[in-house]
């Protein structure tokens, strides 16, 4: 089992919601992967996607409030990125290199998440089977993070790591977890 806690940093330029946090924690277990998200603050400060009736797969996500995360093979340079959203949408992409070969992953036709509100937590777990998309004895590499949309349309972007001058998720230098 390899597992570990982790703490998201806004990019450093962001105009920053005050008393914002987002942690959680990552596990892998032979081939499934937890992942659980925490963001912890005003919560009606921030624009919250409410729980939609029928989640979908859907596309750009990342123009609102959303947790993605990233997992690459070591060593290689395909990868793929998931996207959840507190509405309860989501999507998995594969790119064949850096923001190349960008489509969506058949493998999966729905992800199993969910979502806790509470006045000033969001919570989101996710248990991923992670044999449709790689080998069981694959070792990975995954970056973690998560764009936030303030109520008054601003957007933070935050990462475990932000190794360029402006904030890019993609960036294979920012997935600095090993699994």
């Given at each position: 089992?390899?597992?570990?806690?982790?703490?998201?940093?806004?990019?450093?330029?962001?105009?920053?919601?005050?008393?914002?946090?987002?942690?959680?924690?990552?596990?892998?277990?032979?081939?499934?992967?937890?992942?659980?998200?925490?963001?912890?603050?005003?919560?009606?400060?921030?624009?919250?996607?409410?729980?939609?009736?029928?989640?979908?797969?859907?596309?750009?996500?990342?123009?609102?409030?959303?947790?993605?995360?990233?997992?690459c093979p070591k060593?290689?340079?395909?990868?793929?990125?998931?996207?959840?959203?507190?509405?309860?949408?989501?999507?998995?992409?594969?790119?064949?290199?850096?923001?190349?070969?960008?489509?969506?992953?058949?493998?999966?036709?729905?992800?199993?998440?969910?979502?806790?509100?509470?006045?000033?937590?969001?919570?989101?777990?996710?248990?991923?089977?992670?044999?449709?998309?790689?080998?069981?004895?694959?070792?990975?590499?995954?970056?973690?993070?998560?764009?936030?949309?303030?109520?008054?349309?601003s957007i933070t972007?935050?990462?475990?790591?932000?190794?360029?001058?402006?904030?890019?998720?993609?960036?294979?230098?920012?997935?600095?977890?090993?699994?």
């Open positions: 089992m390899n597992g570990r806690r982790f703490s998201l940093k806004p990019f450093p330029t962001a105009d920053l919601p005050p008393d914002v946090k987002i942690t959680g924690s990552i596990i892998r277990h032979s081939n499934t992967l937890t992942i659980n998200y925490m963001l912890i603050g005003p919560l009606a400060d921030l624009a919250i996607p409410a729980p939609a009736e029928n989640q979908l797969r859907r596309n750009a996500l990342w123009e609102e409030t959303c947790f993605e995360f990233f997992l060593n290689s340079a395909h990868y793929w990125e998931f996207n959840l959203s507190p509405a309860g949408h989501w999507n998995v992409y594969h790119f064949t290199a850096y923001r190349q070969g960008m489509q969506e992953e058949p493998a999966y036709e729905s992800l199993p998440f969910s979502f806790e509100f509470q006045t000033t937590v969001l919570r989101l777990s996710l248990e991923l089977d992670l044999g449709r998309i790689i080998a069981q004895e694959q070792a990975l590499d995954m970056g973690i993070s998560a764009v936030i949309k303030a109520a008054d349309s972007h935050w990462a475990l790591a932000h190794p360029g001058a402006v904030a890019d998720f993609h960036r294979r230098d920012s997935f600095i977890v090993a699994l």
